[in-house]
């Protein structure tokens, strides 16, 4: 398996089925909150929905690592508290706030300052991880990328920054924050143990804390259990579970920034799956978006 992880013609695969699974969850989710009925401004319910979510993808995915054999493999008891940290960190604390920030923000500006996330991820990685080399074909691709976002969400005078607030703004590039932090500890926890196993591990712990925190928070009101919600949770959980192992995976065994500038693709193709399955407005600027995108990611790789 890990030769099938360390080809780089399958790492361009595997990083596009990630992109297109988490795209995908962006209407996924707004259908999921119709379907259970969970209200814009209820932050407990959401909360839940989530840790549902993660808990159950978790779980998944440490099934299949007992199934194929996959053990944990710590070299140090001591370094459970990593696994701890990348639980905190990557699951509860990274969607945590953005959650929070989603409530009180507009979506296209959260699209955008979620999608920081990958940039800061990758400036750190050229800091703290000699094979990740920093190049100015590298910075060209970052920018595209970073400048597809921008294309993609801003109309002239719409006003998508007005109201800038802490709960809103100020959640929402913790989000990102904690989102590059996740991704720094998801390569140190890969050289300190079996990182497929750590990925079901740590997605299991953090979706229990989230449920935990949802219902210390409450929701407004019971969920409305349809078998048409059941399948939309279910399509999130195999999105959740699959798109982890694998982004995990591949960021243990490549320069992250060759994986991370994927990502720049999840908010474009995110409004055209919005698009295609909640009937919103399909706009000329997507296109372009994937091609800037499509470039950036080819400048980030093509060393």
């Not at 990958?118 to 074909?137: G, Q």
């Not at 740590?202 to 210390?216: A, K, N």
Request: glycine letters at 8%; hydrophobic letters at 55%; charged letters at 15%.
């Amino acid at each position: 398996m890990e030769n099938f992880f360390k080809d780089n013609k399958n790492k361009t695969i595997l990083a596009l089925l990630t992109t297109v699974g988490w795209a995908l969850a962006y209407p996924f989710i707004k259908l999921g909150y119709q379907e259970f009925q969970i209200a814009s401004d209820d932050l407990g319910g959401k909360i839940l929905f989530a840790g549902v979510r993660f808990f159950m993808a978790g779980l998944l995915v440490t099934l299949f690592c007992l199934i194929r054999g996959f053990r944990l493999e710590l070299k140090d008891r001591k370094d459970l508290m990593w696994l701890l940290l990348l639980a905190v960190v990557n699951t509860t604390l990274h969607y945590m706030f953005a959650y929070i920030g989603l409530g009180y923000n507009p979506s296209a500006r959260s699209t955008i300052l979620d999608s920081l996330g990958s940039f800061i991820l990758i400036f750190l990685s050229w800091k703290v991880f000699p094979d990740d080399k920093m190049s100015s074909a590298k910075i060209i691709g970052c920018l595209l990328g970073l400048a597809a976002i921008f294309v993609v969400n801003i109309e002239p005078g719409a006003g998508y920054f007005d109201n800038i607030t802490f709960l809103g703004d100020g959640m929402i590039l913790l989000n990102a924050l904690f989102s590059a932090l996740g991704g720094l500890l998801t390569r140190v926890v890969s050289k300190k143990m079996n990182i497929m196993t750590a990925t079901g591990l740590s997605m299991m712990i953090g979706g229990g804390l989230m449920l935990l925190i949802g219902l210390l928070i409450g929701q407004n009101r019971s969920w409305v259990i349809t078998l048409k919600g059941l399948l939309i949770l279910f399509v999130l959980i195999m999105i959740s579970a699959v798109c982890f192992a694998i982004y995990n995976e591949l960021i243990s065994w490549h320069p992250i920034s060759k994986i991370a500038i994927y990502s720049a693709l999840i908010p474009v193709l995110g409004v055209i799956f919005a698009a295609l399955i909640l009937k919103e407005e399909l706009k000329w600027q997507y296109f372009i978006s994937v091609l800037m995108v499509a470039a950036g990611i080819y400048l980030v790789n093509k060393d």
